[in-house]
């Protein structure tokens, strides 16, 4: 048997089977569309090494990786601003007549810089002072069931829907006596907190995302500013967590109660992982009241935090 060693690219197409029952790459485009799902990504680039025309289609189809644009990020936070800002900056990428003929794909360049952004874990300044966020206290009221104190999860209701972290770039660097300066990088208010009938929250954050804020001098404990797996941002230190609220939420979102649970109208998607982890765990500090064990209901995820001891 004689090996065969294409010289050309007309010889690899000429021994390529799919090239030779789907002519064009718009024909394979057409065949392949239902089955465009970012979830396969893998396996769709695989398809480039067996077919040339399926290898023009990932270099250079701006169809294809719209489509798995809109795929990856419907179910993600953010979508539709994500989405609006794509499609405006795609009609201002092809206005630079210079970019025409590039061989560069904007919607395939967006697609990869979308997924790196989602794995930065510091948040800017004034994308910090753009957001709104859901606040909720990880524990919530006791109550007795089977002869047990069982400390209800805080998660399933919403203590404030308007919490907001304003900063100004002309903020007054004037701290007050008995407040580490050295921690911190940033400042400013907090309203929508909860305890809104006060006025002076203050909050402090330095460039790592670790904030800190409360009524000076005495601050409630410090706590972080993480990304959550939909690529939405999340506040948490021991005592609450806060979520940014999309703004305008993927039709998607499931806004149905869960379980009976009053969730306040809020996007049951926004708080989902957490509510579906609770577990009931005994509580460290307080292990039996008047003779009751106690118990509390606490996801995964903050039991496994570092700053529970």
């Keep these: 048997m004689t090996d065969i060693n294409p010289t050309s690219q007309q010889e690899v197409a000429a021994c390529d089977p799919i090239n030779v029952t789907f002519t064009t790459p718009d024909l394979v485009l057409n065949i392949i569309r ?135 770039e002309e903020e007054d660097r004037q701290v007050e006596e008995g407040i580490d300066e050295e921690w911190f990088s940033y400042r400013g208010e907090v309203t929508g907190h909860p305890c809104r009938e006060e006025t002076g929250i203050v909050w402090f954050m330095n460039q790592s995302s670790v904030i800190q804020w ?37 039709a998607d979102y499931d806004h149905a109660t869960e379980d009976g649970n009053d969730l306040n109208n809020v996007d049951y998607g926004l708080w989902k992982d957490l509510i579906d982890s609770l577990e009931n765990v005994p ?11 106690v118990t509390a209901e606490l996801p995964r995820s903050f039991l496994d935090h570092p700053f529970v001891e």
């Excluded at 169809?63 to 201002?92: I, N, P, S, Y």
């Excluded at 972080?224 to 609220?245: C, F, S, Y």
């Excluded at 509580?283 to 064990?293: F, I, K, L, Q, T």
Aim: net charge positive.
């Design 34 to 168: 239902p089955l465009i799902d970012a979830r396969f990504l893998p396996a769709l680039i695989s398809l480039s090494t067996v077919s040339t025309n399926f290898l023009q289609i990932m270099r250079t189809s701006e169809t294809f990786w719209q489509e798995l644009c809109r795929q990856r990020w419907k179910d993600k936070w953010g979508f539709h601003r994500r989405w609006e800002e794509a499609v405006k900056h795609h009609d201002m990428f092809y206005e630079c007549k210079e970019r025409i003929g590039s061989g560069v794909t904007f919607w395939r360049e967006r697609y990869f810089e979308e997924e790196q952004d989602a794995t930065r874990r510091s948040i800017g300044l004034r994308e910090l002072n753009s957001l709104t966020f859901d606040f909720r206290f990880w524990i919530g009221q006791p109550t007795v069931v089977d002869e047990r104190i069982v400390v209800k999860s805080g998660l399933l209701q919403s203590a404030s829907r308007d919490v907001r972290f304003h900063w100004k």
């Design 214 to 250: 409360g009524f000076l001098p005495n601050l409630w404990p410090k706590g972080e500013i993480r990304r959550t797996e939909n690529w939405g941002w999340e506040i948490r230190n021991p005592n609450v967590v806060m979520r940014a609220i999309d703004p305008l939420p993927s």
């Design 283 to 293: 509580m460290r500090n307080a292990p039996e009241v008047n003779g009751y064990p």
